[in-house]
């Protein structure tokens, strides 16, 4: 009896132990980030005679770097190495490696061969031999390709590209030296050349630039819609329009006259799936961005403007305002034991006196800085983020640790996965609120000449800044009319 009574305890034991295993499991699944999403990436890497030995070595110290922020795998990244001269040579086939171990491993046995610099026929080859022959097929997978060159090349490059375009692939070039032509790798890359070139004055210097790829390639895997936003396209997330506002809620006026915002009240919920909203996590570095407006008792209470929540509803998270203190703090995931790690700006702002602001954060690997209509408040120290639970829900406009939603009006609700969108963003809306001006009335009936003069003296706002906002305000009013 005893016997039969320890081997049930036993077997009840390991059933336990396979059922927390997979329950792990599939939470570990549900971690989604840069390093997570699926890709196949190809660096095409001139290896003629200019390049050397010496400096061989160091891109393949820089080609780790790079590919050990990314997990090795057939449901995650596959990664593909093609070296050229005179001719290419196949160095790693996409898919052929499943560890990041094995992949890094193939990478510094690579050797160098040396030869003439024949761009175009290894970016051919690489479209048509690795992408061309991948398992995963171009539906639903990032196809990108990085072509890293010290020279002009000696065949023609603008065909190449082309056509490796035209079948789903995004190339990036970077130029080291001074006999690379920036035209060349404007040919080579995509579009914007801004995004998709970088030179460097040798090689050395491409560690330099290790993290900026990183976030690069992370943009094209994790950031696949683009924001129309004034003359370009800007790669994120518009969660106002993902959240169907413009159906849930009542149409207002918004910071200026002809601009369009949302009335949201206690009985709406703004609510999503992350899994929908973000389905591979955010890059590691990013703009958040959101203007809008709260009066009365909200002004006296905290409360979430955004946050991701787990399953479990714990925040990973959060951009939380507390009318009390006049703070504003951000919360982002971090390996510490809890899983996140939150900071607050005691610098004091116009946030809370009931007018219309815009509040942008810039979020990077090592800080985030608050700024308050177009004004730097503060910059604070993070610790590097890692991915988040997309199992649980997103939300807008709820108080803290409860589902109650908050009434407040919103214009714009944003996520720029490009950092540099920061330097490119505007509160030019916010100084037109308050009865100074009619904006938009003005700007379309005496021109853009006298907004300008007006606002000078009313704002003393830089002349650049007013350039800027006169086009955002005047593509605003002409988009609501």
Not at 36 to 44: G, K, S
Request: glycine content about 6%.
């Amino acid at each position: 009896m005893g016997n039969k009574a320890t081997s049930v305890h036993c077997a009840l034991r390991i059933l336990c132990f396979t059922l927390l295993h997979l329950l792990s499991s599939a939470q570990d699944e549900d971690i989604r980030s840069c390093r997570t999403a699926p890709c196949d990436l190809v660096f095409i890497l001139d290896g003629s005679w200019s390049v050397e030995d010496i400096n061989f070595d160091i891109v393949k110290r820089w080609l780790v770097n790079i590919t050990s922020s990314f997990q090795i795998g057939q449901k995650f990244t596959q990664v593909g190495v093609v070296q050229y001269s005179d001719d290419p040579i196949l160095e790693i086939p996409l898919g052929k490696y499943s560890s990041n171990k094995e992949v890094l491993k193939a990478m510094e046995g690579i050797e160098y061969m040396g030869g003439n610099t024949r761009t175009g026929t290894a970016i051919k080859f690489a479209t048509d031999k690795l992408f061309g022959l991948s398992e995963r097929g171009p539906a639903g997978i990032s196809r990108i390709a990085v072509v890293l060159t010290d020279g002009k090349s000696q065949d023609e490059v603008l065909k190449a590209a082309e056509a490796a375009r035209k079948k789903g692939v995004i190339l990036f070039a970077i130029g080291v030296g001074s006999e690379t032509e920036e035209a060349e790798l404007r040919d080579i890359a995509n579009k914007p050349s801004s995004t998709y070139v970088f030179s460097v004055e040798d090689y050395k210097a491409i560690s330099r630039i290790i993290q900026v790829i990183r976030q690069k390639l992370c943009e094209e895997t994790v950031c696949p819609i683009k924001i129309p936003v004034d003359s370009r396209d800007e790669k994120g997330f518009d969660i106002l329009l993902h959240l169907n506002l413009a159906k849930k809620t009542k149409k207002t006026q918004g910071a200026f006259y002809g601009s369009r915002a949302y009335e949201v009240t206690s009985r709406v919920d703004l609510s999503t799936a992350t899994r929908d909203l973000f389905p591979d996590g955010l890059p590691p570095s990013y703009v958040f961005v959101s203007t809008l407006r709260y009066k009365g008792s909200v002004t006296m209470e905290e409360w979430d403007l955004w946050r991701i929540q787990t399953r479990d509803g714990k925040p990973q998270m959060a951009v939380t305002l507390n009318g009390y203190e006049r703070t504003v703090s951000f919360t982002t995931t971090s390996e510490a034991p809890s899983g996140t790690q939150t900071v607050t700006f005691s610098q004091k702002t116009k946030l809370f006196d009931e007018k219309w602001h815009q509040l942008r954060l810039l979020v990077t690997e090592e800080d985030v800085t608050l700024y308050v209509d177009d004004l730097e408040i503060e910059t604070l120290p993070l610790e590097p983020p890692v991915g988040i639970f997309i199992n649980g829900k997103t939300q807008v406009g709820k108080y803290v640790q409860k589902e109650t939603t908050v009434p407040f009006e919103i214009q714009k609700l944003r996520i720029y996965c490009d950092p540099e969108q920061n330097t490119r963003e505007t509160a030019c809306e916010i100084p037109g609120t308050n009865g100074h001006v009619n904006i938009s009335v003005d700007l379309l009936h005496k021109g853009i000449k006298t907004y300008v003069q007006s606002f000078y003296f009313m704002f003393k706002l830089q002349p650049n800044t007013l350039l800027t906002c006169a086009h955002v305000l005047l593509l605003d009013t002409l988009r609501h009319h």
